[in-house]
């Protein structure tokens, strides 16, 4: 069974970093690997970030060179790494396995909120 949490989140001002925490269960990841997606307050949820099963990452154009997604080796653990971070960035923040075309495999998790303010 897939069960899925994150955390990491917080209040951080523009231009700071916070890394959040995806722990996972099950062996969807690999299948899917993972992704890290992100909802703002009245926008529907986006897929930011991707980690394949074999290591490759992407990042979508308005986070490249800001974010970095990563998996901890032997444990069911994938990072986001949030650098210079932006207003814009704020959202909740969900982990979950990318299917073909981005739609996710399992029940979300809480999710955990990053507000960027000054």
């Known amino acids: 069974q897939v069960r899925l949490v994150e955390s990491g989140g917080g209040l951080v001002q523009p231009g700071g970093s916070l890394t959040l925490s995806c722990t996972f269960t099950?062996?969807?990841?690999?299948?899917?690997?993972m992704g890290w997606y992100r909802q703002a307050p009245g926008k529907q949820r986006e897929l930011v970030a991707t980690?394949?099963?074999?290591?490759?990452?992407n990042v979508v154009d308005s986070v490249k060179g800001r974010f970095n997604i990563s998996r901890e080796k032997g444990r069911n653990l994938v990072y986001l790494q949030m650098n210079n971070l932006k207003p814009e960035d704020t959202a909740v923040y969900y982990c979950?396995?990318?299917?073909?075309?981005?739609?996710?495999?399992?029940?979300w998790g809480p999710g955990t909120q990053v507000t960027v303010s000054s």
């Open positions: 979950n396995h990318p299917r073909e075309g981005g739609g996710p495999f399992a029940s």
């Open positions: 099950g062996s969807a990841f690999y299948y899917y690997g």
């Open positions: 980690i394949t099963t074999t290591g490759s990452t």
